[in-house]
Structures are given as C-alpha cells and as structure tokens.
C-alpha cells in the first residue's frame, strides 16, 4: 500500500469517532429541509453542493423566513469564515501539493476532519501527510449524505406537531458550550444574542445574523485587548 | 431557479473560505490577534440563531412566559456542561421540551 492511501485510512480511522454527533445532525438537517417544504432534490443537492451543516442549517433558516439572497449569501460567508482559520492552520501542511489536490482537500475540509487532522499534522513529517484531511473529510462527506437521504425519508412520515425546528438552535447550542465556560465567549454569546433577538423586527431584510455577528466580533475584539486571555 | 443560484453560490462561498488560506494567502499575514478574534467567530454567530429561535414566537413577539423552549434550551446547557456531549445536548433539549408541551403546557 503506498503512503498516500494508508495515510489516507489512517485519516478515516482518526476521525470516526467523530462521525456520531453528525448521524443526528444529518437527519436533522434532512427532516427540516423537507418540513420547509423544500424538495428532495434540493434537499441532497445542499449537502452535495455546499457540503457544511451550519451553512445548510442557516440557508434553511433564513429561506424559509423569506431573506434576501444577498442576507443569505453574507451570512453563510459569516458561518464559514471559521474555515479559513483552518487552512490557515494547514496550509503550510499542504504548500508542497498539487493545485488539484489543494482543491480536492480544500472540499472536504470540514469541522471534523480539521480536530482530527491538526495534532495528527503537527506531529508527523510525511510529505503526503496532508492526504488524512482527505481521510476524514472523505469519511464524513461519506456519513453526511447518508443521513441527508435517511432524513429526506424520514422528513415526510415526522408529524409537523413534535416541532422539530427547536433542533435548530439545540444543535447550535450544543457546537457552543464549551465556550460558555469561558467568560469573555458568555459576553460575546450574550451580546450577539441580544442584539439579533431585539434586531429580528428592527433590522430590515432579516440580516439581524450579520449584524449581530458582527457586533458580536467588535465586543470579542475590545474585550481581547481589555482582558488576558489565555486558551 | 432563484433557490439552485443561491445553493451553488453558498456552494462556491463555503468552498473558497476553505480553499483561500490554503491556496492564495501568506501565513504571514495573519497575526496572532486576529487569529485570536476568529476564534470568537462561533461565539459571535451561533447565539444570532439560537437567542430569536428561542425567545420569539413565529411571528416575532417577544416570549418571556409560558415558553417552554426557555426552560428546555437551560436543560440542554446543564446537560452539555456536565456531559461535554453534543447528542446528549441536542437530545435532552428536545426531550424536555416534548415533555414541556406534550405533558406540563397542554
């Protein structure tokens, strides 16, 4: 077995732990697509397409309560921008690729693949050691349509009454509590809060998202240079 | 149609806020504070979803009594606090509220 396919397994091994939480993300995901009234093609078209849970969960939200393209454009910008601290972190682990497999990783890099990836990285010098990203992302693209499709049947037979869109700000909840041990993150949690729950009338064209992100980033920033932190 | 631009668009936005760092920037021009105040870009959004979805009702009014989406997302947090698990967040969010509506509102 040459290097690149048993790095390649060793990513996917890595990162299946990992692959339980996304099980009931990924239905989730399908069930609420379908509930919205959006199509299954559509519905898989999403998790093939843009491929990342929190994009698709906030595309959902903000279709179904009528936004604007452009507020749902910026705001899954705004979600994503997490991602480019990961290539950031990995991109001196990838500099010797090709740009086919730059583009290739670069896919499936996803939440998962990078908590796997970054230590396995860090202490390894193989020149194709990139290829676990590859790995796990590979694993959970694998497991993400998957659940989508589990979803989209399941999605027509779950009654409307169990109000399963409570989901949505559980699972976002759930992503975010480690941070609530740590006192500027409740701040920031606060704040943002705040803003979009008092916003969601006032700020027109539903982009009480971005705003509130946005004032969210500019308290983190103050409240970074105010207070030490160390992680 | 309008939603298959907007899903290959979001397509296109995800795929490059992975691939630029990787591909076209410098490590370099990252500093240290900035990478500090990315961190907080969950802590910043998240909440964005999460505050309206719980507290307003679906035509936007403030719902402070009687909602029990209040009392089950602070179950869910105790639960994810003590338990560190995402399923176990998620589901004992929602079992509490089942519990919330279907047995104590009803």
Known sequence: MNSKLKIFFKGIVDVSPLMI??????????????????????TMAMSI????????????????????????????????????????VLSEHMSDLKIFWKIIISYFLVDQAFAVSNSYLKNNDNKDRAFHVFGGGATC??????????????????????GLSFAIPLTFLALLVNDFRKLINIIVIIISGLVATLGYELIPFKAYVIVAAAVGLIAAMILTKFMRIKE | MIEWSLIIYCGLITFFSRFSMIALLKKEMFTDRIRVVLSFVPSAIFPAIIFPAIFLNNAGDFMLENNPKIFAAVIAIIIGL????????IFSGLISYWFLIFIIFS
């Open chain 1, 141 to 162: 693209w694998v497991v993400w349509q998957t659940t989508t499709i589990i979803g989209i049947f399941l999605g027509s037979v779950i009654p409307e009454k169990l």
């Open chain 2, 82 to 89: 003590i338990t560190k698990n995402v399923i176990a967040t």
């Open chain 1, 21 to 42: 939480p996304v099980v009931p993300f990924g239905i989730i995901f399908g069930v609420l697509s379908i509930d919205l009234g959006l199509t299954p093609i559509t």
């Open chain 1, 49 to 88: 397409i843009i491929f990342g849970g929190a994009s698709q969960i906030i595309f959902l939200q903000l279709f179904s309560a009528g936004a604007s393209s452009l507020v749902i454009l910026s705001s899954v910008g705004a979600v994503n921008s997490r991602h480019m601290l990961y290539g950031l």
